[in-house]
């Protein structure tokens, strides 16, 4: 069972800063791309940022020059989020497409974070 476990949530002023990360575990052969996405109070879950397996990045437009993901080579992805705004203000969510391989099969799935709650406000 391939499991993320987030960390670094927490609250901040407006104009403050913040670093997310997301470690994976289980049996995994290997992780294709990672993103963060997040879920405001009555809003659905939206995506905020995504990194492929050779670093390749996509960001929102409303986080862009503010936000920055990453990944190491064991697979741990950041959020790295400066200027925060009172409207970053959601519970944000690691997502990972994997492959395992069973008994000689691949097989593909994806899977999410906890979830950790920021807070931007003064």
């Known amino acids: 069972q391939v499991q993320l476990v987030e960390s670094g949530g927490g609250s901040v002023q407006p104009g403050g800063s913040l670093i997310l990360s997301c470690a994976s575990s289980?049996?995994?052969?290997?992780?294709?791309?990672m993103a963060w996405h997040r879920q405001a109070p009555g809003e659905e879950r939206k995506l905020v940022a995504r990194i492929t397996s050779d670093g390749t990045t996509h960001y929102i437009d409303s986080v862009k020059d503010r936000f920055t993901v990453s990944r190491d080579i064991n697979n741990v992805v950041y959020l790295r989020m400066n200027s925060l705004k009172p409207e970053d203000t959601a519970v944000y969510y690691c997502?990972?497409?994997?492959?395992?391989?069973?008994?000689?099969?691949?097989?593909?799935?994806?899977?999410w974070g906890q979830g950790t709650q920021i807070t931007v406000s003064s």
């Open positions: 997502e990972a497409d994997y492959r395992l391989l069973v008994h000689g099969t691949f097989t593909v799935g994806r899977a």
């Open positions: 289980g049996d995994i052969f290997s992780i294709n791309d």
